[in-house]
T-cell receptor, first 115, second 111 residues
Framework: GAGVSQSPRYKVAKRGQDVALRCDPISGHVSLFWYQQALGQGPEFLTYFQNEAQLDKSGLPSDRFFAERPEGSVSTLKIQRTQQEDSAVYLC?????????????FGAGTRLSVL | AQSVAQPEDQVNVAEGNPLTVKCTYSVSGNPYLFWYVQYPNRGLQFLLKYITGDNLVKGSYGFEAEFNKSQTSFHLKKPSALVSDSALYFCAALQGGKLIFGQGTELSVKP
């Protein structure tokens, strides 16, 4: 597609439910990133992939958060047993080549509300 | 710790006047710096980047940014603001493949 696509755009979950957020990167982009943006804050890094390899997951806030990109294209961010503090916008980004200097292009995000 | 700061939560400018959105950084090594803009219910849109070379970087929609190593700053500028420039602006530094963002500056341009 023309840009990074994320689904769903909005997700409401009851506390304790599991959720899965999907990201379709720009076709041909090797690197894929997940960020979390709390209300009124800048995005914060969660994890990134180069092809199917998860090279850095240092930003994942707890072991309830899990990301995968099994075929090196679409990625899923899964949050188990959601808590209210997980409420945020989850942004996905992709870049063409190496992560060291490439521009990251962002999707519109998924707004997660945990009640 | 690596960080990016945007000292102003909000900047108000009259249409046609020049605008500046401030950014300072604290990162190790030679910084790769970026500006992104965020419109309501939309993702971050890339405006411009500094990797190396000329300290004045030109980007999309008439925006430019000036890299100042001695002041560790990367301020965003535009000579003549438009009402349509009203949005949330983020400065970011690239470190180890991950972007470190400032907290954002809300730009409001009034007619």
């Amino acid at each position: 597609g023309a840009g990074v696509s994320q689904s769903p755009r909005y997700k409401v979950a009851k506390r304790g439910q599991d959720v899965a957020l999907r990201c379709d990167p720009i076709s041909g982009h090797v690197s894929l990133f997940w960020y979390q943006q709390a209300l009124g804050q800048g995005p914060e890094f969660l994890t990134y992939f180069q092809n199917e390899a998860q090279l850095d997951k240092s930003g994942l806030p707890s072991d309830r958060f899990f990301a995968e990109r099994p075929e090196g294209s679409v990625s899923t961010l899964k949050i188990q047993r959601t808590q209210q503090e997980d409420s945020a916008v989850y942004l996905c980004a992709s870049s063409y080549g190496e992560v060291s200097r490439g521009v990251q292009y962002f999707g519109a995000g998924t707004r997660l509300s945990v009640l | 710790a690596q960080s990016v700061a945007q000292p102003e939560d909000q900047v108000n400018v009259a249409e046609g006047n020049p605008l500046t959105v401030k950014c300072t950084y604290s990162v190790s090594g030679n910084p790769y710096l970026f500006w992104y803009v965020q419109y309501p219910n939309r993702g971050l849109q890339f405006l411009l980047k500094y990797i190396t070379g000329d300290n004045l970087v030109k980007g999309s929609y008439g925006f430019e940014a000036e890299f100042n190593k001695s002041q560790t700053s990367f301020h965003l500028k535009k000579p003549s603001a438009l009402v349509s420039d009203s949005a949330l602006y983020f400065c970011a530094a690239l470190q180890g493949g991950k972007l470190i963002f400032g907290q954002g500056t809300e730009l409001s341009v009034k007619p």
